[in-house]
């Protein structure tokens, strides 16, 4: 499973993204690499600190690292020539947004997606809060419904979430829905989302009464479709 680690200048800063990933339930292994050991100047950023979160978060899949600020950057570069080198060339650091790339990361991670996958997650994070912003030109960017196709099998929900799919929820759909092998495809009104990918299931912006319909085709998709009914039933566990 990827490994995930948050280079960030502030440990109190880190410490509440841990927090915060931590309510998605996702077993993704998640490091911080935060503050500097100087109770007088406590911010800053260490290359060292930087290389044993990464051997930490490492178990031979690799491990995606994301940074605040730019000396951040040039301590996880140090840190990955301090690496041996078979664990460097395994590590990918990532410009995608903090707090919102880790989220995503976590998430993809958890699934067991590879690291280009879990990489393309971070960095798509900011999508959803461009996409709902009125000024932001990338507005209604999720993917359009496509015409009805043959084989589709289909669920309809109504979602009772009182603050809709937020990321809590999403992350529990996404992560439910990952082990079946059917091709899945998510509606909501005239949009369409990827349900495996929490970035795209985000541009739905999924509110409470929202009508929601699974697409499903494949071996196992009446087992999807069926969990896909019962996690709406629990709410998707929020």
């Known amino acids: 499973m990827i490994g995930i680690v948050v280079v960030s200048h502030s440990a109190t800063l880190a410490a509440g993204l841990q927090e915060l990933a931590g309510q998605l339930g996702s077993p993704a292994r998640l490091r911080l690499a935060a503050g500097v050991n100087d109770p007088d100047h406590p911010i800053g950023t260490d290359a060292i600190a930087v290389m044993s979160a990464i051997e930490e978060a490492d178990d031979g899949s690799g491990v995606l690292v994301l940074m605040d600020l730019g000396s951040a950057l040039l301590s996880a570069e140090t840190a990955l020539e301090l690496l041996p ?38 960095l798509g994070a900011l999508g959803p809060k461009q996409a709902m912003l009125p000024a932001s030109a ?34 529990r759909l996404v992560a439910s829905l990952k082990p079946f092998t059917a091709e899945l495809k998510l509606q909501k009104g005239e949009k369409e989302a990827n349900p495996r990918s929490l970035t795209r299931l985000a541009m739905l912006d999924v ?3 929202d009508r929601l319909t699974l697409l499903a085709r494949g071996e196992d998709a009446e087992a999807a479709l069926a969990c896909f009914r019962q996690l709406a039933d629990e709410r998707f566990g929020d």
């Open 207 to 209: 509110r409470q009464g």
């Open 85 to 122: 080198p078979e664990l460097g060339a395994r590590v990918r650091l990532c410009p995608a947004p903090l707090v919102e790339g880790t989220l995503a990361a976590v998430v993809a991670a958890g699934s067991g997606l590879s690291l280009d996958e879990v990489a393309t997650e971070a």
């Open 138 to 171: 990338l507005q209604d960017t999720a993917d359009p419904t496509p015409a009805a196709e043959q084989g589709w099998l289909r669920c309809e929900v109504v979602v009772e979430n009182a603050h809709g799919l937020h990321v809590r929820p999403a992350a």
